[in-house]
């Protein structure tokens, strides 16, 4: 018997071997399958798939596999494969009892243990392939009791046509299509549980079939042995070489986003800048000010706007114009702005020396209020006459 074990890798299940002759017949006057048979796959095969990747681009199964729990509604059961299980021809192998499909059969688990054990049952592939390899061997040994007319009935396994019993044993092939099981988290311990089983059948006398798109049954180096060899030398070489320069590569991505952080700070900080000193208008620091009246923020003037007055000047009142001339102080006044300034920073110890609280320009007007006062003193003292002494 031929059996082509389905799973959903594209490199290669849509060539499997479909086109048997009630596929010819149903595909008569349609348009050719993009499902093509292998060049080198030829006779009526069995098809088991497995999974709604495999179930979605394949156009024909006997058998189907779906051991996992049965979930209508999640993502993985959509409602269209749920259905195509539920209305499938042919034996549909199960984890447990499914009353909603109609041919399903719970999967023999304990008798396919006790045969081959468990250490290698890692996924539904294994689980198929140890299913195809007790098929085959209960075939033959119903084929042998068939040739010397010496068993009773067929004693084929269901489902299995009678043909087989005059098919010789070399006629018995397994092929898998779509199955790589390329290194991954998933599959790095499903598949030595498949290669297991591929070689359990070369063991057993079964013809093993994989296309040339699969690497499923490409070993690993041997350990240790294989470092000697001129490939795995040139190519591990070739790999840390791409390691360093991948290791180069992502210290300049790390500091070429520390960069941008940065990067993004400063102009961060520079829109900062940008929209709290730019303007030329606003109070200003570092002294008391006051404001003159008709220059009030918003009146059209103010006393601390920075535009040039020969601009200011255009179209204003001349009371205005007599506080913008104001502004403008000229430099013998600013030396004396500076004095004033320097005064007060010279009477600040003072201030409050009498108790009072008082600041250093308050000390100041005390001080001249004071001279003042004494000045008025002397000044009439020096006014009022003066009377001659008599002698007595």
């Not at 009630?22 to 349609?30: T, V």
């Not at 195509?84 to 999967?107: C, M, Q, S, W």
């Not at 008798?111 to 468990?118: A, C, D, L, R, V």
């Not at 290194?183 to 013809?207: H, K, M, T, W």
Request: proline share 6%; hydrophobic share 40%; with cysteine.
């Amino acid at each position: 018997m031929k059996i082509a074990l389905l799973g959903s890798a594209g490199s290669s299940v849509g060539r499997a071997p479909f086109r048997n002759e009630a596929f010819a017949k149903w595909a008569e006057g349609k348009c050719p399958s993009t499902a093509q048979a292998h060049a080198q796959v030829s006779g009526e095969w069995q098809i088991w798939g497995c999974s709604p990747g495999c179930w979605a681009v394949i156009p024909r199964a006997t058998r189907w596999f779906e051991v996992h729990r049965w979930e209508p509604g999640q993502p993985w059961f959509s409602p269209e494969y749920t259905q195509f299980l539920r209305d499938f021809p042919g034996i549909v192998y199960t984890g447990a009892r499914i009353p909603e499909i109609k041919n399903h059969v719970v999967y023999p688990v304990d008798y396919i243990e006790e045969k081959f054990s468990s250490y290698f049952l890692t996924s539904s592939l294994s689980l198929m392939l140890a299913l195809a390899i007790d098929t085959i061997e209960q075939i033959r040994a119903a084929r042998s009791h068939h040739q010397a007319r010496t068993g009773h009935g067929h004693g084929l396994p269901n489902g299995i046509p009678v043909e087989e019993l005059d098919k010789p044993d070399t006629d018995d092939v397994i092929g898998l299509w779509g199955v790589d099981m390329a290194a991954s988290d998933e599959y790095a311990y499903q598949r030595p549980g498949c290669q297991f089983f591929v070689l359990e059948a070369g063991r057993r006398g079964i013809g093993i079939f994989l296309p040339p798109e699969s690497d499923l049954m490409r070993p690993m180096p041997v350990y240790g042995i294989s470092e000697w060899d001129h490939s795995y030398i040139k190519l591990t070489t070739k790999a840390r070489e791409m390691s360093a320069a991948l290791a180069e590569e992502q210290k300049k991505a790390q500091e070429g986003q520390m960069h941008a952080v940065g990067l993004q700070a400063e102009i961060h900080a520079l829109n900062y800048f940008v929209s709290t000193w730019t303007s030329p208008y606003g109070q200003l620091p570092g002294a008391v000010s006051y404001q003159a009246p008709g220059t009030g923020m918003g009146s059209g003037i103010t006393a601390y706007d920075g535009r040039p007055i020969a601009r200011m000047n255009l179209g204003v009142s001349e009371k205005q114009k007599e506080v913008m001339q104001a502004m403008t102080v000229d430099p013998e006044t600013l030396r004396a702005a500076d004095l004033c300034l320097k005064l007060v920073d010279i009477l600040k110890p003072h201030a409050g020396e009498r108790g009072q609280t008082e600041g250093a320009v308050e000390c100041l007007q005390r001080i001249i209020a004071e001279r003042a006062s004494a000045y008025d003193d002397d000044a009439a003292i020096n006014a009022a006459p003066k009377r001659k002494k008599h002698r007595r």
